[in-house]
């Protein structure tokens, strides 16, 4: 168990729906971090937070959008569902001075 | 933008023999980490060992270490003694650590490694 929670675990949808994930960091850490997994695109960063604040983006589409909370946790919004868009979506956290990131259990979300 | 390639997509190892899996990558950067992280089947994400590059020193971890040739911009990792537990996706990981800019993980495509009884 690395600490961070991600909900829901399992999310099945239609096209053009919006969709909300959730994460909880480990205790302590204030970076953020979304990735997605994809048959065809591998493991992809998405977006980072640093204690509330967006840190730096990577390959996020404008129908995606991210935010941290004061108490640290972090949702990502996935609006305009394509089919394309089903994936294991991993949340991760990291303590800013040490580097290893570690991350949750995964959300697998299905659109159909 | 840095670029991480692993050019053994599946292995297979008897257990208890040795396996090192392959991992290079590309970048002008100096001061960087590299990290392997595990995938059983399970698809749980978990975080193997890491290596500075300003260290020379290879890291270990157990039966888990690593043969780190910053010139040649390589990272492989060796796992000794494989255990049926080992079987899962392997990924190589580079981050250039930024505070301004984000410390994304760039990762390669994965070897699958399936340790054989």
């Known amino acids: 168990d690395s600490g961070v929670t991600q909900t829901p675990k399992h999310l099945i949808t239609a096209t053009g729906q919006r969709v909300t994930l959730r994460c909880s960091p480990r205790?302590?850490?204030?970076?953020v971090y979304w990735y997605q997994q994809s048959l065809d695109q591998g493991l992809q960063f998405l977006i980072q937070?640093?204690?509330?604040?967006?840190?730096a983006k990577g390959n996020i589409l404008e129908r995606f959008s991210a935010q941290q909370f004061p108490d640290l946790h972090s949702e990502l919004n996935l609006s305009s569902l394509e089919l394309g868009d089903s994936a294991l979506y991993f949340c991760?956290?990291?303590?800013?001075?040490?580097?290893?990131?570690?991350f949750g259990p995964g959300t697998r979300l299905t659109v159909l | 933008a840095q670029t991480v390639t692993q050019s053994q997509p599946e292995m297979s190892v008897q257990e208890a023999e040795t396996v090192t899996l392959s991992c290079t990558y590309d970048?002008?950067?100096?001061?960087?980490?590299l990290f392997w992280y595990k995938q059983p089947p399970s698809r749980q994400m978990i975080l193997v060992i890491r290596?500075?590059?300003?260290?020379?020193q290879n890291a270990t971890e157990n039966r888990f270490s690593v043969n780190f040739q910053k010139a040649a911009k390589s990272f492989s990792l060796k796992i000794s003694d494989s255990q049926l537990g080992d079987t899962a996706m392997y990924f190589c990981a580079f981050m250039k650590p930024d505070n301004n800019a984000g410390n994304m993980l760039t990762f390669g495509g994965g070897t699958r490694l399936m340790v054989k009884p």
């Open positions: 937070y640093y204690n509330g604040e967006e840190r």
């Open positions: 205790s302590g850490d204030l970076s």
């Open positions: 290596q500075e590059a300003y260290k020379q």
């Open positions: 970048t002008s950067e100096n001061n960087y980490y």
């Open positions: 991760a956290s990291s303590v800013s001075s040490r580097y290893e990131q570690f």
